[in-house]
């Protein structure tokens, strides 16, 4: 954290003046490092500072909210996808060649390399060793895709075909300009069985939770699911719900609507575009399917927009991701929560767009989305607290998504 101009940011750390790979010294890496500061891609994080203290040195990088390539992968993207994902890296890394510089992800790509919330593999800690070369960026970039495509043959992607950087980006760009094949009918997905609801719900995996109980928590949980789908809690009348039988249903009875499907998120980030972020290293919490963990604003003496406009959560999602609602666990009553999309990098709350709003329950909370176009992030934005006056905080237990 910048205390000086209340910001995050990134830092690559040359120890004691010497790097780990060529006793480089830290005048030399931020000799090559310049290099980087022209390049205006957002695969490569904004170059900010380069700092020469006694006891080391640092680059300073703006700092992206994002999750490791782990994290991405774990969302199991198409070929598609990661090549979505990396053919902006390609591209700079390709510019960067031909001006006889390197991004110096080769030896360290599981560090240097992270994916933002806008699905954007890209340098998050730049800094250039003297021993980096053109090869090792290579080695960075297929390490980077095989990352997020575990498993997928090395003729799906190019991972051995590309001899260059112009060669491995013209062939990413070859997957993503490809057109769509044709649209055929997708078979619905299966809806959770009562063995697999059973299973994620394990009360005895749940432990205890500050809610209203675990039976409330799984009535309120599928009333929120029912609801998201346009169902009634009450039994609709038969002639309205199915046709006889022996009769064919007429032109217009609507097919039923197709069943919700959870989708994992990748990670999150504390999105707060003023002042500090709130439990920064906790934001996870909201995330990690246990609803006896929690991740939780500050507290704060005055509702918002005093002292700052908000504060919310980032949360990754696999790339291009349809998503027809939001389920929030949460105990505290009366907070205000929007769905946005997620603001352009150093962007500002303005320039999100809402697709769903609504004021949390005690228990869980089913927010409607009202776009239906794909996205490979969202923030869950807190604009107004729950409590009262000098005592205003919100906690998150579980964020869900549906598809």
């Not at 972020?277 to 906790?282: I, Q, S, T, V």
Request: net charge negative; charged share 15%.
């Amino acid at each position: 954290m910048d205390r000086a101009l209340d910001r995050e940011v990134a830092l690559t750390i040359i120890d004691g003046g010497a790097t780990q790979h060529g006793r480089s010294s830290g005048n030399e890496v931020f000799a090559r490092t310049t290099a980087l500061c022209q390049v205006h891609s957002p695969a490569v994080a904004h170059i900010l500072d380069m700092v020469d203290g006694d006891s080391f040195s640092a680059v300073v990088a703006e700092w992206v909210p994002s999750v490791s390539l782990e994290e991405a992968a774990s969302g199991s993207p198409s070929i598609l996808g990661v090549a979505r994902a990396v053919v902006e890296l390609a591209d700079a890394m390709q510019k960067v060649h031909e001006s006889d510089a390197v991004l110096a992800i080769g030896d360290t790509p599981r560090v240097r390399v992270r994916v933002s919330l806008g699905g954007t593999a890209y340098v998050a800690f730049p800094g250039t060793p003297a021993c980096s070369d053109h090869d090792g960026d290579l080695r960075g970039l297929r390490h980077a895709i095989r990352t997020l495509a575990p498993g997928v043959a090395s003729p799906d992607l190019p991972l051995a075909g590309g001899t260059t950087a112009g060669a491995m980006a013209t062939a990413l760009r070859r997957i993503v300009d490809q057109p769509p094949p044709p649209e055929a009918p997708a078979p619905a997905p299966a809806p959770i069985s009562e063995e697999q609801s059973a299973a994620r719900w394990d009360p005895r995996q749940l432990g205890p939770i500050a809610l209203t109980g675990i039976a409330a928590l799984a009535v309120a949980m599928f009333g929120a699911i029912g609801w998201l789908i346009g169902t009634s809690l009450a039994d609709p009348p038969v002639s309205e719900a199915v046709a006889t039988s022996g009769e064919p249903a007429g032109d217009d009875v609507a097919p039923p609507p197709r069943p919700l499907v959870p989708v994992a998120p990748g990670g999150s980030a504390v999105y707060s575009p003023q002042q500090y972020p709130d439990n920064a290293l906790a934001s996870g919490l909201a995330i990690d399917g246990k609803l006896e963990t929690a991740w939780s604003t500050d507290t704060y003496m005055q509702q918002f927009p005093q002292f700052k406009n908000g504060v919310g959560l980032t949360v990754a999602l696999p790339p291009d991701t349809t998503l027809r609602g939001v389920w929030i666990a949460s105990p505290s009553a009366g907070a205000r929560i929007e769905i946005r999309t997620v603001p352009p990098v150093g962007g500002v709350l303005e320039e999100t767009a809402v697709l769903g709003a609504a004021t949390l329950q005690s228990g869980v909370t089913p927010i409607a989305l009202a776009d239906s176009a794909p996205h490979s992030g969202l923030t869950v934005w807190i604009s107004a607290q729950a409590g009262s006056e000098g005592s205003y905080r919100t906690e998150l237990s579980e964020i869900g998504f549906l598809n």
